[in-house]
């Protein structure tokens, strides 16, 4: 049996780590750099960015958080690539074959693309063909509505597609994606544990691994992920706010009866 990955997601957002809450609110947490370097001291499987900038160019007035002289991503993923000693997946304003090509060539092991797998679905097959399934992860944000129906949505989680994440999730594969990054909206930054539904939802349609993210406070949500029937499971704020976040979350999983690398 395959171990189960868990998976640091870092936002990177006009240049500088940011910890996200229902997709509006980011809180400057850091420089990009210096957490691969501490990462790589620990226990995990694989490493996500993902630059959610809605602007094209860096604010650059906050240079004491930032690395000197990294002014736009594919500069910032050069150095991340220096450093990175476990998979490295890329994702963020990703709409070509050619930018795939860049970011794969700078050292990412994979790249996700969101909004523009939405937009141009034909970019899943060109990917695939050219750099392999195993290449390109599609990532899907979904938010749950108050009547409890889910929908998913792109450019960053303001607007609504009306698909239904499950048939996109069963499309994306069709055609040609390698893996499923499971986002949800409106557990993101909660910590109220994972949209287990969705996830068992998802991973129902499909079979390529499911990546689930978005909700976890505490480590005993990785596990509910996992029995909801996510292939990893991934998370952002809780590694930056608890110690030994590595460790305790494996132990968590294994406690649970769960292989995991340790």
């Known amino acids: 049996m395959l ?16 910890r996200s809450e229902l997709f509006k609110i980011h809180q400057i947490i850091g420089n990009p750099i210096y957490e691969v370097q501490r990462f790589n001291e620990w226990n995990v499987d694989e490493l996500i960015y ?49 930018q ?19 937009q141009n679905p034909e970019l899943i097959t060109q990917g695939a063909k050219i ?24 450019d960053g989680g303001h607007k609504p597609t ?6 996109w ?21 909660t910590g109220q544990g994972y949209d287990l539904e969705l996830i068992n939802a998802v991973v129902s349609a499909t079979k390529i691994p499911v990546i689930a993210c978005g909700g ?11 029995k909801a029937g996510a292939s990893a499971i991934a998370a952002a704020n809780i590694w930056h706010f608890k110690e030994l976040s ?5 132990r968590a999983l294994a406690k649970a009866g769960i292989e995991v690398r340790l």
Not at 135 to 146: G, K, W
Not at 246 to 250: F, L, N, Q, T
Request: net charge neutral; glycine share 10%; aromatic share 6%.
């Open 3 to 18: 171990k189960k990955r868990l998976i640091p997601v870092l936002l990177l957002k006009n240049g500088l780590l940011v």
């Open 50 to 98: 993902l630059d959610i900038s809605r602007e094209e160019g860096y604010d650059l007035r906050r240079n004491d958080h930032k690395t000197k002289g990294l002014t736009e991503p594919l500069q910032i993923l050069d150095e991340v690539s220096k450093t990175c000693f476990m998979p490295l997946t890329w994702g963020g304003r990703i709409r070509t074959v050619e």
């Open 162 to 167: 009306a698909m239904k994440p499950e048939y």
């Open 169 to 189: 999730a069963k499309e994306v594969e069709e055609r040609g994606a390698g893996e499923i990054l499971l986002n949800s909206i409106d557990r993101d930054g």
């Open 100 to 118: 795939m090509r860049q970011i794969i060539s700078r050292g990412a092991d994979k790249i996700t693309i969101n909004t523009a797998a939405v």
């Open 246 to 250: 590595d460790r305790r979350g494996k």
């Open 216 to 226: 976890v406070g505490r480590y005993e949500h990785y596990v509910e992920g996992i």
């Open 131 to 154: 750099f392999g399934s195993q290449a390109i992860v599609v990532s899907i944000d979904v938010l749950r509505h108050p009547d409890g129906q889910t929908e998913v949505f792109i």
